[in-house]
């Protein structure tokens, strides 16, 4: 039996998340439940697709991930289940899944409603144990198309690349758009190893960084992380409130500066 992923913005204060997992295993008690987060920003389908984009591939191919965010959605055409890269997702049409992974499913399906006020537990859980149990996906529902939603596009020439932050991580980094790949192929345009300036909020550095433990308590590193990206930090203090910058703020990195 494939696992289950389970992901919400509902917080551990109350018992929704006890709910949806309690409806899991009511159908399949030997159900193994994986949580994702359940402190996603409330209704932030960015913050909810940046976290599983970062961890579903993660898990083995077949795998059900359940998403409960940005929930409260009018009308019964919006609970849907499809197949993304050898993955299995159920939740709301919200736009989540193309910012997750931008291509076409390989099938999307919609979930016949039961006019639920908490439709996580009362349709999605049962749809994702059938998943899990390898039910056929065609069989849950009629195929439908999903809403489409355009992720923050970077900008790279020969002379700069132009980001934006994406996403503020638990510890008040802010990651960006910049990738490693990108910026190594215009390091090689500039013969390998160019003169460059990182530049954002009031701030501009010279010099990348290799780890967090280059730098003293509250200055400033920038390097490409785990993931590949650009993220810009202070050590033990949260650079999203202190050099005021939030999600969507521009980062810049400008080659072979004068």
Same mark, same amino acid.
């Given at each position: 039996?494939?696992?289950?992923?389970?992901? #919400?913005?509902?917080?551990? !204060?109350?018992?929704?998340?006890?709910?949806?997992?309690?409806?899991?295993?009511?159908?399949?008690?030997?159900?193994?439940?994986?949580?994702?987060?359940?402190?996603?920003? !409330?209704?932030?389908?960015?913050?909810?697709?940046?976290?599983?984009?970062? =961890?579903?591939?993660?898990?083995?191919?077949?795998?059900?991930?359940?998403?409960?965010?940005?929930?409260?959605?009018?009308?019964?055409? &919006?609970?849907?289940?499809?197949?993304?890269?050898?993955?299995?997702?159920?939740?709301?049409?919200?736009?989540?899944?193309?910012?997750?992974?931008?291509?076409?499913?390989?099938? =999307?399906?919609?979930?016949?409603?039961?006019?639920? =006020?908490?439709?996580?537990?009362?349709?999605?859980?049962?749809?994702?144990?059938?998943?899990?149990?390898? =039910?056929?996906?065609?069989?849950?529902?009629?195929?439908?198309?999903?809403?489409?939603?355009?992720?923050?596009?970077?900008?790279?020439? &020969?002379?700069?690349?132009?980001?934006?932050?994406?996403?503020?991580?638990?510890?008040?980094?802010?990651?960006?758009?910049?990738? &490693?790949?990108?910026?190594?192929?215009?390091?090689?345009?500039?013969?390998?190893?160019?003169?460059?300036?990182? !530049?954002?909020?009031?701030?501009?550095?010279?010099?990348?960084?290799?780890?967090?433990?280059?730098?003293?308590?509250?200055?400033?590193?920038?390097?490409?992380? #785990?993931?590949?990206?650009?993220?810009?930090?202070?050590?033990?203090? !949260?650079?999203?409130?202190?050099?005021?910058?939030?999600?969507?703020?521009?980062?810049?990195?400008?080659?072979?500066?004068?």
């Amino acid at each position: 039996m494939a696992f289950i992923t389970f992901m #919400s913005d509902f917080g551990e !204060r109350d018992h929704y998340v006890a709910a949806v997992k309690a409806a899991i295993l009511g159908i399949q008690p030997t159900q193994q439940i994986i949580d994702i987060s359940h402190h996603i920003d !409330r209704h932030d389908i960015g913050h909810a697709a940046y976290v599983m984009r970062k =961890s579903y591939s993660l898990f083995p191919k077949g795998t059900v991930h359940l998403i409960a965010v940005d929930s409260v959605l009018p009308g019964t055409d &919006k609970l849907v289940a499809l197949e993304l890269n050898g993955h299995f997702f159920v939740g709301h049409d919200t736009g989540i899944y193309y910012l997750i992974h931008p291509e076409n499913p390989s099938l =999307s399906v919609r979930l016949e409603s039961k006019n639920s =006020s908490f439709p996580a537990k009362d349709t999605l859980a049962e749809a994702a144990v059938k998943l899990a149990k390898g =039910s056929a996906l065609a069989g849950l529902g009629p195929a439908v198309p999903l809403q489409v939603k355009v992720d923050r596009q970077l900008k790279a020439t &020969k002379r700069e690349m132009v980001g934006q932050v994406v996403h503020i991580d638990h510890f008040g980094n802010l990651i960006t758009n910049i990738n &490693k790949k990108d910026f190594d192929a215009i390091c090689q345009l500039h013969g390998g190893n160019p003169r460059y300036n990182v !530049r954002f909020a009031h701030e501009q550095v010279s010099q990348l960084n290799k780890s967090y433990n280059e730098v003293e308590d509250a200055d400033c590193f920038v390097l490409f992380n #785990s993931d590949g990206f650009l993220e810009i930090g202070l050590r033990k203090a !949260r650079a999203a409130q202190l050099l005021a910058m939030k999600l969507d703020s521009p980062v810049m990195i400008e080659f072979n500066p004068e």
